[in-house]
């Protein structure tokens, strides 16, 4: 059974930064292309960015957070980081990661993860 913790969510000031990471637990990570989807109060889930399998050579990110927001991964750690510089206080949300196909090449954002999968989340908070 595919399992990924988020981490690293807290509060942060408009115009700060924030790292978060996706951790796989139950398996390889590199084999999946990976999603960071975030849903905000009273809103649907919204995919943010994609990173392609093994090498993460293809990236996507929505419109708005392009510029500001750089998706990686590090398979010898089996992680995903998304990393959010000035952000804004409509990136308010729980974020999370999913797993996506792995052939996936990310050239479209998702809906949801593989199995509509959905792991606990980690807040961001963006206040003054």
């Known amino acids: 059974q595919l399992e990924l913790v988020e981490s690293g969510g807290g509060l942060v000031q408009p115009g700060g930064s924030l790292r978060i990471s996706c951790v796989a637990k139950t398996f390889t990570l590199d084999y999946y292309a990976i999603g960071w989807f975030r849903q905000a109060p009273g809103k649907d889930y919204e995919e943010v960015s994609c990173i392609s399998s093994e090498s993460g050579r293809y990236t996507n990110y929505a419109d708005s957070v392009k510029g500001r927001f750089t998706i990686s991964r590090d398979n010898t750690l089996n992680t995903v980081y998304l990393q959010m510089n000035s952000l804004k206080p409509e990136d308010t949300a729980v974020y999370y990661c999913?797993?996506?196909?792995?052939?996936?090449?990310?050239?479209?954002?998702?809906?949801?993860?593989?199995?509509?999968?959905w792991g606990q989340g980690t807040q961001v908070t963006v206040s003054s």
């Open positions: 999913a797993p996506l196909e792995p052939t996936d090449t990310c050239s479209r954002l998702h809906r949801n993860g593989l199995d509509n999968y």
